[in-house]
């Protein structure tokens, strides 16, 4: 899952997923399916500012939507229905676990 092309999707409002950043050059990609006119809350647990999120939609992963790390979730108001993807990558030199989930409010 170290490319968008590579990533596991993630259900809304299950259980959140236990991840490994194994080096600092690792990256996670995750995906999870939205709903045009819903609200999305994209948390992250672990041990202080270990990991940085970005959130791409509807194809372009030139520019990301929003941003966030543990401690700080994304929040946003999805536009349009189709997939969401999450880029994991370390923030710092962090190289351990981390969970993340995807909720929708």
């Not at 791409?56 to 536009?79: H, M, N």
């Amino acid at each position: 899952d170290d490319d968008h092309g590579d990533a596991v999707q993630i259900t809304v409002d299950a259980p959140a997923q236990s991840r490994t950043i194994h080096s600092t050059s690792d990256t996670d990609w995750m995906y999870f399916h939205g709903a045009a006119g819903l609200y999305y809350t994209i948390t992250a647990d672990g041990s202080g500012d270990i990991i940085f999120i970005s959130l791409y939609g509807g194809g372009d992963f030139d520019e990301a939507i929003d941003y966030g790390w543990i401690g700080y979730p994304i929040s946003f108001s999805c536009g349009e229905t189709g997939d969401y993807y999450l880029e994991i990558t370390s923030w710092d030199s962090y190289v351990g676990e981390y969970s993340i989930q995807v909720g929708e409010e």
